[in-house]
């Protein structure tokens, strides 16, 4: 029986939890909950690469507007690599988002190979991962409430390179925990925390200053009922990442934040932790 040819095709909801599940098995840790959310972002920004009905490598490749994109979830199934099938659907990718300003999160294995596709790293990350004991998180901590939502949507514009605003009102939703720091009725800070397969993920984690950014740490292990947490850190961020360890937590692994095209112009003094490896 002549074996099928490859086909590109957009992953509809079970497709997506299917990749994410691959993401499992890749030991990347996912959200329990996060296709539906990611699906919000772009529906059509999930993509796979098929032998008949079988889904065989994916990828996301996420437009937010015009201007700016993301990449993750590059994965092709361990039964079908070696034979070019992870390339197809990661040009596909890159086909799809076009002349936009790609970012990804590169490990260190992969990050020559996007370099010579044309990505240039512009900070690093490490996981830090820990278990706080006696977390107190500040009185101006607040769970978000939508009435705080318009306002978490404006303090998020400058920390991320495009508009999410479709995204970010389904991520600060349940079953995820959303934490402001609020002074004088405005929002100066926010995190999400949400269950993922082992322990929990913080992200993002946006502050005006170090002061808020670890009420915010420790509102968010509140609401974890004291499971391990794990956040993605810029390395600039010393004077946090020395907290957090003071905290107990230790660092993982390390990525590159890689864009091919002009870099954004963050605030990234207000970066504490990035809001996922999949879509920035």
């Given at each position: 029986m002549e074996q099928p040819k490859p086909e590109i095709r957009v992953l509809d909801g079970?497709?997506?939890?299917?990749?994410?599940?691959?993401a499992k098995d890749e030991g990347w840790n996912p959200g329990l909950a996060d296709a539906a959310a990611f699906r919000v972002a772009d529906p059509d920004g999930f993509l796979g690469c098929f032998l008949g009905d079988e889904l065989i490598a994916g990828i996301s490749a996420v437009a937010y507007g015009q201007d700016f994109g993301f990449i993750g979830l590059y994965i092709c199934h361990p039964d079908h690599r070696g034979r070019g099938y992870g390339k197809?659907?990661?040009?596909?990718?890159?086909?799809r988002l076009g002349d936009r300003t790609i970012g990804l999160d590169g490990v260190p294995a992969q990050q020559a190979n996007y370099a010579r596709m044309g990505f240039v790293?512009?900070?690093?990350?490490?996981?830090?991962s820990g278990r706080p004991t006696h977390p107190q998180a500040g009185g101006n901590i607040v769970a978000v409430t939508p009435e705080l939502v318009p306002q978490i949507l404006a303090y998020d514009r400058p920390h991320f390179p495009a508009e999410r605003d479709g995204f970010l009102r389904a991520w600060?939703?349940?079953p995820r925990h959303a934490r402001a720091v609020l002074r004088d009725g405005s929002v100066h800070g926010y995190a999400v925390v949400r269950e993922c397969h082992e322990g929990f993920k913080i992200g993002p984690l946006f502050a005006d200053g170090l002061e808020d950014a670890k009420a915010l740490v420790a509102a968010c292990a509140a609401a974890s009922g004291g499971g391990t947490l794990h956040i993605d850190v810029p390395v600039g961020q010393e004077a946090f990442a020395e907290h957090l360890w003071a905290l107990g937590f230790s660092e993982g692994f390390a990525t590159k934040r890689m864009y091919r095209g002009p870099a954004p112009r963050l605030a990234m003094d207000g970066i504490y932790g990035t809001t996922t490896l999949e879509l920035g």
């Open positions: 079970t497709g997506v939890e299917r990749l994410i599940g691959w197809l659907v990661w040009d596909a990718g890159l086909t790293a512009t900070y690093d990350t490490l996981r830090w600060l939703d349940e």
